[in-house]
């Protein structure tokens, strides 16, 4: 059906009375009437409202399982030289001095170990991340859309980052108690100290560590979302193919 520019303007008139003399449509029917509204001013890119959402929350479920595996196996932060958390600043300027007085191997089981803290404490994500993917409304499904190759990232780092910091903090303690991060840690404690120009150790070091994962975490799962966007073989779902175009 074609409809005139006439009727284009009644419909969008019609629309925005609505909302100004404060009615408010059930959901669904909403999503209906922003279908009708779409096509009725020749907006209409062939997907339903439901589509949109059910399409993104769809990419971000498989975008973040797969970030998610990837990092949270061992050697997902330690071999990947895109994410993995190097040395704190304070040590990274002495490590030089420090492997000149043989202190080499205590460096990287540090370095090894942080890394692995993150790997241990990453699949813990997925839950948060999947909880807030079910809180997606139309509007954030039309702005992910829309937005550029990391729009959904950002939504999730928007939604869950301080939730993932309150849940990631005490994992990577328990998780660098375990493997060791923090004896090895304090190995090189006093060399440093006793180091001229040394700056001294890191204050915060449960901290640290999970600021670099996180940041590891969200890193991989922009990847993710760029490789559905620009992708079509990304696109594993008909719906995804349809959200996002394929082939």
Not at 196 to 217: E, I, Q, R, S
Request: aromatic share 8%.
């Amino acid at each position: 059906m074609t409809f005139s520019k006439t009727t284009r303007f009644l419909v969008v008139l019609f629309s925005f009375a609505l909302i100004f003399a404060g009615v408010q449509p059930a959901c669904a029917k909403w999503g209906e009437l922003l279908d009708t509204l779409k096509k009725a001013t020749g907006q209409d890119d062939g997907l339903s409202t439901g589509e949109i959402v059910d399409g993104l929350k769809e990419a971000l479920e498989i975008g973040t399982d797969n970030a998610v595996k990837r990092v949270g196996k061992e050697g997902g932060y330690s071999r990947n030289p895109e994410i993995k958390i190097p040395l704190p600043g304070s040590i990274e300027k002495v490590q030089g001095m420090l492997r000149t007085l043989g202190y080499g191997s205590q460096l990287d089981e540090f370095d090894k170990s942080m890394n692995r803290a993150a790997e241990v404490a990453a699949p813990k994500a997925k839950a948060i991340f999947w909880d807030s993917i079910k809180e997606m409304s139309f509007t954030d499904a039309r702005k992910i859309l829309d937005g550029g190759d990391m729009a959904a990232t950002n939504y999730l780092k928007e939604k869950s980052s301080g939730e993932l910091e309150e849940v990631f903090r005490p994992i990577i303690h328990n998780a660098m108690g375990e493997v060791g991060v923090t004896q090895k840690y304090q190995a090189l404690s006093e060399p440093i100290q006793n180091l001229p120009f040394a700056k001294g150790t890191v204050p915060d070091l449960d901290g640290y560590v999970t600021d670099g994962a996180l940041n590891g975490l969200f890193y991989m799962l922009g990847q993710e979302e760029k490789k559905i966007r620009q992708n079509p073989a990304a696109r594993a779902t008909d719906l995804l193919k349809k959200v996002f175009g394929g082939s």
